[in-house]
């Protein structure tokens, strides 16, 4: 089933399919069922009812907004499980296209153009390898007792990154130099955010009594995480300073086509990537940081106010009482929220780890 979804990007979606992609799919004998989305949720809706035996893949057309309703359509189902082992796959059709940039360069590709990758996207789609995908359980919680729960693929933002992804939809038609304006214009009005940050460092995963293992949610439990209204664990690591200008964790490679923000991260290596940048940069050093993102040089550039670290669990908790939390690029509700990655528990059609890509043959 392949998903389009019209208006995403600069409203070429459709148009782009047809004339890139389809006829790739004809070509390599790979049937397909056009669905175009009609309304926001429409998709979610769809892939919680579906009779997904019918399927070999859920392929989106669109940005990574409409891939984070397939996916947590599939995780809202009862039987999730099996669900969420359905093939996804994604042509980029949005403005940032963060998921497809990651599997292009997992492919082992240079960086390319923007219809570059989605041919790129459409060439691993006819070739149909699958991997496996880790995706993050995230707790919205203003309300501890009845946290909100979402699947998320790619990333959490909150601060500058945040801030900029939703002021930069005003600028959506220049397509993904949306960002660099978005950042310029963030950069001139350069804020501190207030909160606290904790996360679980890699090597202390230590399992906690399942918090999903009350009837209400579906999905795998989080074993790593206390209810919201309880401190973190003791084994947890507290981030002594509160002023910060950016909190990224990410859980794949790149937040946009052209941002390479988490270089170390791949498919399924059950991580999560956390970034945080603390206040006192200046507004410099800081352009000098998202520069070195398109390159993924950023973490190499001994800036003193970035950390990175490799976590399976965070928490953050704003103190402002207004602000923009981000998942996977969509606003969530703004508050607390905490996250435990879950590892390669999702399919993906993306080449495997050490894939390398052969020399195009000519055809006799
Ligand atoms: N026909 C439609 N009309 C309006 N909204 C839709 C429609 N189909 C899907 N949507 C919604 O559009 C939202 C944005 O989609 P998506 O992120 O995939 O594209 P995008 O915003 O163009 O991408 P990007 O954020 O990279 O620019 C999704 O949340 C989805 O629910």
Redesign the pocket.
């Known amino acids: 089933m392949l998903l389009v ?5 600069k409203g070429q979606a459709l148009s782009l399919f047809t004339g890139h992609v389809q006829h790739m799919l004809n070509e390599a004998g790979v049937p397909h069922t056009l669905v175009i ?6 998709a979610r809706e769809l892939v919680r009812e579906a009779d997904l035996s019918q399927w070999g893949a859920l392929v989106i057309m ?5 891939l984070f ?1 397939v996916v947590n359509g599939l995780m809202e189902r009862e039987d999730w499980e099996e669900a969420i082992q359905t093939p996804l796959g994604i042509l980029p059709g ?4 963060a998921l497809a940039a990651s599997i292009h360069h997992y492919s082992g590709a240079q960086p390319v153009s923007s219809e570059e990758l989605l041919v790129s996207c459409g060439f691993l789609l006819c070739k149909g390898l699958v991997s496996r995908m880790d995706l993050a359980s995230v707790h919205l919680g203003s309300s501890p007792s009845n946290p909100t729960r979402l699947f998320s693929f790619l990333s959490l933002a909150w601060g500058f990154v945040a801030d900029v992804d939703v002021e930069s939809e005003k600028y ?1 038609h220049v397509g993904a130099a949306r960002f660099t304006m978005g950042t310029l214009v963030r950069l001139a009005s350069l804020r501190v955010y207030k909160g606290r940050l904790a996360y679980l460092p890699v090597d202390e995963a230590k399992n906690w009594e399942p918090m999903s293992a009350n009837a209400t949610l579906t999905g795998p439990p989080d074993s790593l995480l206390v209810p919201l209204d309880q401190p973190v664990p003791s084994d947890w690591v507290v981030v002594p300073e509160e002023d910060f200008v950016l909190m990224l964790a990410m859980y794949q490679s790149h937040l946009a086509k052209d941002l390479y923000a988490a270089p170390n991260s791949t498919l399924d290596d059950g991580l999560i990537h956390l970034i945080y940048v603390r206040a006192g940069i200046s507004r410099t050093a800081l352009l000098r940081l998202f520069l070195a993102m398109e390159k993924g040089t950023h973490l190499a550039n001994n800036c003193p106010h970035l950390v990175y670290t490799r976590v399976r669990a965070l928490r953050l908790e704003p103190y402002s009482p207004k602000g923009v939390i981000t998942v996977d ?2 606003v969530v509700e703004y508050g607390p929220v905490q996250a435990q990655v879950h590892g390669g528990i999702a399919t993906l059609v993306a080449p495997p780890a050490g894939y390398r890509p052969q020399s195009p043959r000519r055809l006799p």
Not at 5 to 9: K, L
Not at 37 to 42: G, P, Y
């Open positions: 979804n019209p208006h995403s990007g989305t009609e309304r926001q949720n429409h669109s940005g990574d907004g409409l309703e949005g403005s940032g296209n959506r690029g969509e």
